[in-house]
């Protein structure tokens, strides 16, 4: 069965520093999202991505949040600047067609972020 | 934008018992609801859905039902296993491709 891949599986940086998370969804899902989850806690819509651009985003993905699809496979998270309370799971997801089509969400393993 | 509530936080049964989980969301414009199973360092994995044109589906010992009228969903696992003790997350799909969760329920089925 095809998998979301995310790399690395924990990433560990400075505050202050940019980390960049990487995902390669499954080939042939069209959307494709960010979410967080904070130790204990629930998972956070971060962002949404469609057609090449962001399609929707919560209000946590302000100005230090930036996602990317640099080529035909991965899809990845820049954090410019992290801060303490960054840390979390970062999972990446894909899904076929929501909406009306109404697919499930197919997450990664997700990256542990510990911002020190 | 949508607000999805789950209860309880924690839920513990013997083993063999059935357990409920409950959400309730705010927009009746949400379509489509699926539900999550998340082990301990793991990822969510899709256990059922249910499409707001159906009121009940099940899979084995697994089963969600649908109130659209009340805006609430439910999951219902019977003869529960050790296997079952997880992190349980309700979704609710909201304007198209936006996914909101519930707060997650912890599991745990006592042998």
């Known amino acids: 069965e095809p998998e979301v891949t995310q790399t690395p599986s924990h990433q560990v940086t400075q505050m202050g520093q940019e980390v960049i998370l990487r995902c390669v969804p499954i080939?042939?899902?069209?959307?494709f999202y960010w979410y967080r989850q904070i130790l204990g806690q629930k998972v956070e819509f971060l962002v949404s991505f469609y057609n090449n651009e962001i399609s929707e985003k919560s209000e946590i993905f302000d100005d230090q949040f930036s996602v990317e699809r640099p080529d035909g496979s991965n899809f990845t998270l820049k954090i410019r600047s992290t801060k303490l309370e960054d840390s979390a799971m970062y999972f990446c997801?894909?899904?076929?067609?929501?909406?009306?089509?109404?697919?499930?969400?197919?997450f990664g393993n997700g990256t542990r972020l510990t911002v020190t | 934008g949508e607000n999805v509530e789950q209860h309880p936080s924690t839920l513990s049964v013997q083993e063999g018992d059935s357990a409920v989980i409950k959400c309730t969301y705010s927009d009746s414009a949400s379509n489509y609801f699926p539900w999550y199973k998340q082990e301990l360092g793991k990822r969510p994995q899709l256990i059922i859905d249910?499409?707001?044109?159906?009121g009940e589906k099940k899979d084995q010992r697994i089963a969600v039902t649908l109130n659209k009228t009340a805006k609430h969903f439910s999951l219902h696992i019977t003869e529960t296993q050790p296997e079952d003790s997880a992190v349980y997350f309700c979704?609710?799909?909201?304007?198209?491709?936006?996914?909101?969760f519930g707060t997650g329920t912890s599991l745990t089925v006592i042998p």
């Open positions: 979704a609710a799909l909201y304007t198209g491709n936006q996914f909101y």
């Open positions: 080939s042939n899902h069209l959307y």
């Open positions: 997801a894909s899904s076929e067609a929501p909406g009306g089509g109404s697919s499930p969400l197919h």
């Open positions: 249910i499409r707001s044109n159906v």
